[in-house]
């Protein structure tokens, strides 16, 4: 069974300074229908101006996960953390028991596009932790890279839930296949460009969910950048 979640349903807002779109329920939009899938319970497509950001705020007992698309997002936080992070890192952080941040955009001068992911992690009151890693584009292309799990296998970095994130790029008419087990279930979510998920053509910002299903194809169109979730 494949669920489409198209890019003009989600939620949106525009402050001017920031332009989001929310797969799921969040902060003022709310939608019972889509309070997330499974663990994953946020997929925010954020574009920040030159110059701003989310000034210093709190999380607790979630894991959040920044994957930027264009431009550099600064980060700080509570743990002594700081760094910019531009397209091909992935920077996870295990909220825990209590963390304090801000995100801004590391540019006075071009926008900054990402995406926010938060999980529900396995257990509550973690230690608070945080992790980056760079996954370059030729790691991506034409292959289905894992960039975080439970596990941390293959160099990616790890999260706190039985979760695996894959990336992937893909030229037009080029094709991968996710073998999905028993009981599992995949999230499938366009960051840009276009692709075809197990027949259904998706854009960039489209997604679908799919359960009961032997396999998950991607076939890529329009240099497709893709992200797909295996959950249990």
């Known amino acids: 069974m494949i669920t489409l979640r198209p890019a003009h349903a989600r939620g949106h807002v525009d402050h001017g300074w920031l332009d989001s779109h929310h797969s799921f329920s969040f902060a003022d939009y709310y939608d019972p ?15 920040v101006a030159p110059g701003r950001g989310f000034g210093t705020h709190g999380h607790r007992d979630m ?30 952080m295990t909220a825990g028991t209590g963390v304090r941040h801000s995100e801004f955009n590391a540019s006075k001068t ?12 396995e257990a509550r009151d973690l230690e608070p932790s945080y992790e980056e890693k760079r996954f370059s584009e ?17 160099g990616a970095v790890k999260v706190h839930q039985d979760v695996s994130l894959y990336a992937t790029v893909l030229r037009e008419g080029e ?5 999905l087990a028993p009981g599992r279930h ?6 840009r460009g276009g692709a075809v998920v197990n027949g259904q ?7 679908a969910a799919l359960s009961d299903e032997a396999a998950v194809v991607i076939t890529g169109r329009d240099e497709g950048e893709v992200l797909l979730f295996d959950l249990a």
């Open 186 to 191: 995949a999230w499938v979510h366009v960051a």
């Open 33 to 47: 229908a889509h309070m997330g899938f499974r663990a994953l319970r946020v997929i925010n497509e954020d574009r």
């Open 63 to 92: 894991e959040i996960i920044s994957y930027v698309l264009d431009g550099g997002l600064e980060h700080r936080d509570s743990l002594g953390t700081g760094s910019v992070i531009r397209p091909g890192d992935v920077q996870r």
């Open 110 to 121: 071009d926008p900054v596009h990402f995406l926010q992911i938060w999980i529900v992690p």
């Open 138 to 154: 030729d790691e991506k292309r034409g292959r289905l890279r894992l960039v975080a799990s439970r596990d941390a296998r293959d």
């Open 201 to 207: 053509r998706l854009d960039a910002g489209d997604a």
């Open 175 to 179: 094709s991968v296949t996710h073998p």
